[in-house]
């Protein structure tokens, strides 16, 4: 062996050897921490179950309801949503969950990023209901079944529309309000 390797295998065992008195002495090194540490550690290890909880809870409610019933139970959308809503909560501020939460906002920093992908998606529905005689417009299965692709990509998904039609119902209402305003003068 290098004297290279050697020094890694002579760290690796100290590492362990702290770990290993660490592990032993844990009452004790509780004890000595400052009272905000273990507080942090709590809050971490609270973070740690919720997370673990709202997951449980999420696989609970799908294996008591199948597919076709949760789309029409109301309770056991309730329970989705609020195992959701927890998981997500207790996973944001918690280091353990930081290679997830750092590609959730890489994916999308802004919600207008994905725009592009939007668009483009838009693009290939039209591309594929033109050359493709077999296309099916409309979605056949999950959330969106019998709506159109087209349609729920340009109204539903890509968000600069949402804000286009805020934008236009906004100016609209500027051009009332100044002609109220001189018919009133």
């Known amino acids: 062996m290098s004297d290279g390797q050697v020094e890694a295998l002579e760290s ?3 590492l362990l050897k702290g770990y290993a008195e660490f592990a032993m002495n844990l009452q004790t090194n509780w004890q000595l921490m400052p009272k905000w540490q273990r507080a942090s550690i709590e809050r971490a290890a609270g973070d740690v179950v919720g997370a673990l909880g709202g997951v449980c809870t999420a696989l609970a409610v799908r294996c008591i309801w199948d597919d076709d019933d949760l789309k029409n139970s ?19 501020y918690n280091m353990l969950f930081l ?52 349609l729920l990509n340009l109204v ?28 009133l003068l």
């Open 99 to 150: 290679p997830q939460q750092f590609d959730q906002l890489w994916s999308s920093p802004i919600a207008g990023v994905t725009a592009g992908k939007d668009i483009m998606a838009a693009c290939n529905n039209i591309a594929a209901y033109v050359m493709d005689d077999d296309y099916d417009p409309n979605y056949t299965s999950g959330r969106y079944a019998g709506q159109n692709r087209f």
């Open 156 to 183: 539903v998904k890509f968000q600069f529309t949402e804000v286009l039609i805020i934008l236009l119902l906004s100016i609209k209402l500027i051009v009332i309000i100044r002609l109220v305003i001189i018919f």
């Open 74 to 92: 109301l309770w056991g959308n309730l329970m989705l949503y609020e195992a959701d809503d927890l998981t997500t909560q207790s996973m944001m």
């Open 12 to 14: 690796l065992q100290v």
